[in-house]
């Protein structure tokens, strides 16, 4: 016998509004690191950049890079499978970034205006994704 689909009580927890954010910033990283890594090869051709500095920003580029998407596949899992443990572990992810994303703002050799624009978008993103993020941990949280 089939079942009566009206009769299935069943609530999803998960956040939509976290997921479209989580999907929208994964395209952003994408083109952040694309233009940022285009502007590490112009900044090292085109000015007089200390050999032993560059190396290293171009690394924390890529480290910023993988940590991203590890956050951002960990923050979508846990919202799909409706987990605390792993929203909050992809949100303490977000320090890293934010750490990351500063330090391209604010202490590399030569800051330019489209670092600073690129860098405030994602420090945006991940301030809506701590919100959506802590929501949604609170809407697991509670009990139907």
């Known amino acids: 016998m089939a079942t009566d689909r009206s009769k299935v009580d069943f609530l999803s927890k998960s956040s939509l509004p976290l997921q479209i954010l989580l999907f929208f910033n994964r395209v952003w990283v994408f083109c952040w690191f694309l233009v940022l890594l285009g502007v590490f090869i112009w900044k090292g051709t085109a000015l007089p950049y200390p050999d032993t500095r560059l190396a290293p920003e171009i690394l924390l580029l890529f ?23 792993i929203v909050l572990l992809s949100t303490s992810l977000m320090i890293p970034s934010a750490l990351a994303n500063i330090y391209y ?5 030569y800051v ?11 420090l945006i993103f991940l301030a ?17």
């Open 128 to 144: 809506l994704e701590l919100a959506f993020s802590l929501y949604a941990i609170l809407n697991f949280s509670s009990t139907a």
């Open 105 to 109: 703002i604010l202490f590399q050799i």
């Open 112 to 122: 330019l205006r489209v670092d600073e624009i690129f860098n405030v978008i994602s």
């Open 63 to 85: 480290a910023y890079l993988f940590v991203e998407n590890v956050r951002l596949f960990l923050c979508s899992k846990g919202n799909k499978i409706e987990s605390r443990l």
